[in-house]
């Protein structure tokens, strides 16, 4: 078998003389029937972004002068519960908190750690609330600028593709895996994962994605700490970690679910073409790549199967706006189902969109235009056309941080 190691793909890189891919150029090369020799290829890197749910944020501040109170008890962070400690900073006046991604503020409900975590990073205002163990009340305001160190820590990050669901009951079904709930009679099917474009679905099983790696989270360097929570051969995902300060607000954020709000993340992993079952495992295509598809009340109640070809092919991965279609509708339906608020007050931004598809099914006159696609289904022995309403995963998202880790890599600023 021929191979190459680690210290020799560096050297290259330090020359300037390795061939790097994104995963993106990759697939792209192997549809057009050009795929690169084993030779020709040294180093792939592969991103994905969607929904997970296994982020959390560790984050120190000051709240007060010392001597102010004793610690906290409990934390609000634009109403957000935080979790106080493990580090009880007494008389400090400083406090540690653990953010869940997931946690929804006491005020709103769609409002949740993914949305602050992104408004922090852009320097916006963050209101802070503590209530202290002896009964005090210290309220504060603080910005990116006073967090002395933030950690993300992705318990279940970058799973290996994931499942699609519909919901063949009469009424609409609210979930997390849906951006809304889900309209009822086969009407509609929502689905996670980049398929084929997915770190781990091109290195099974983990020959180079390992413990102690570098990679992309949300922009900012990190490293793998191990399998995530959950992991298992089938269905691998990886816990992650880096710098929160460090990293970009474009590849994180708040996504509003049926079920209130959640977080994702981007997440570009360098994939070294060592040997040639490396390489062997990036010719892999979304037509190869199962996708399977099961009822919205449950991944245990499984209704079919597709691939991810199916649901991504060239379909649009952005939405058309045109203002002149727009109703100004009093109630606007697409501000109140749009997951990530790239809507609002009539304009839309495009910075914030995750190209869910959403906007396009349900503006009622048609001012979005974007092909999300359908899948055929085969169920009870007959084949059902069902539309595609709702991607929690990004694809452009992943495929620009694939890119910025290739240009890292290029520029001599990302070593393996």
């Known amino acids: 078998m021929k191979t190459k190691s680690i210290g020799q793909i560096n050297q290259k890189i330090e020359d300037g003389e390795a061939n790097v891919y994104t995963i993106e150029e990759f697939k792209k090369l192997i549809s057009d029937g050009d795929a690169p ?118 318990t279940r990050m970058a799973f290996k593709n994931y499942t699609a669901f519909v919901n063949s009951f009469d009424e609409p079904v609210s979930s997390i895996f849906s951006g809304i709930p889900l309209e009822g009679k086969l009407s509609g099917l ?14 099974v099983p983990h020959n180079v994605i390992k413990d102690g790696c ?3 989270l949300n922009g900012a360097e990190g490293y793998i700490l191990g399998d995530g929570t959950r992991s298992s051969v089938e269905k691998p995902n990886l816990m ?23 977080v994702y993340d981007t997440v570009a992993i360098p994939i070294p073409v060592i040997n040639e079952e490396v390489y062997n495992n990036l010719l892999i295509t979304d037509a190869d790549v199962k996708l399977p598809v099961a009822e919205i009340k449950g991944r245990h109640l499984p209704v079919g199967e597709t691939n991810y070809h199916e649901v991504w092919k060239d379909y649009d991965l952005r939405p058309k706006f045109d203002d002149s279609s727009c109703s100004k509708c009093e109630v606007c339906q697409v501000e109140s189902v749009c997951p990530t ?72 600023e990302f070593k393996l």
């Open 190 to 203: 929502t689905f996670s994962g980049c398929g084929a474009l997915n770190p781990l679905q091109n290195d």
């Open 240 to 262: 992650l970690t880096a710098d929160y300060k460090q990293m970009d607000p474009y590849y994180i954020g708040g996504y509003k679910t049926g079920e209130g709000g959640e």
């Open 37 to 154: 020799s084993f030779e020709e290829v040294d180093v792939v890197t592969a991103g994905t972004c969607g929904v997970m749910s296994g982020t959390a944020a560790i984050l120190n501040f000051i709240v007060s002068e010392p001597g102010e109170f004793i610690r906290a008890r409990e934390v609000f962070l634009n109403g957000i519960p935080a979790y106080p400690g493990p580090c009880p900073n007494e008389w400090l006046g400083s406090i540690d908190v653990i953010l869940h991604g997931t946690t929804h503020s006491v005020e709103d409900h769609n409002y949740g750690g993914g949305f602050l975590l992104k408004e922090m990073l852009r320097g916006n205002d963050i209101d802070v609330r503590v209530e202290s163990v002896e009964g005090k009340t210290i309220e504060n305001t603080i910005t990116i600028d006073d967090i002395g160190r933030g950690q993300i820590i992705g």
């Open 214 to 216: 570098r990679f992309l």
């Open 341 to 412: 608020n790239a809507f609002k007050d009539r304009r839309f931004n495009v910075t914030l969109c995750f190209g869910c598809g959403l906007c396009s099914h349900y503006c009622r006159h048609g001012a979005f235009d974007m092909n999300t696609g359908d899948v055929d289904l085969e169920i009870n022995g007959e084949t059902v056309n069902i539309p595609i309403v709702c991607r929690q995963s990004d694809r452009l998202r992943g495929n620009r941080l694939s890119l910025r880790l290739k240009q890292l890599i290029e520029s001599n």
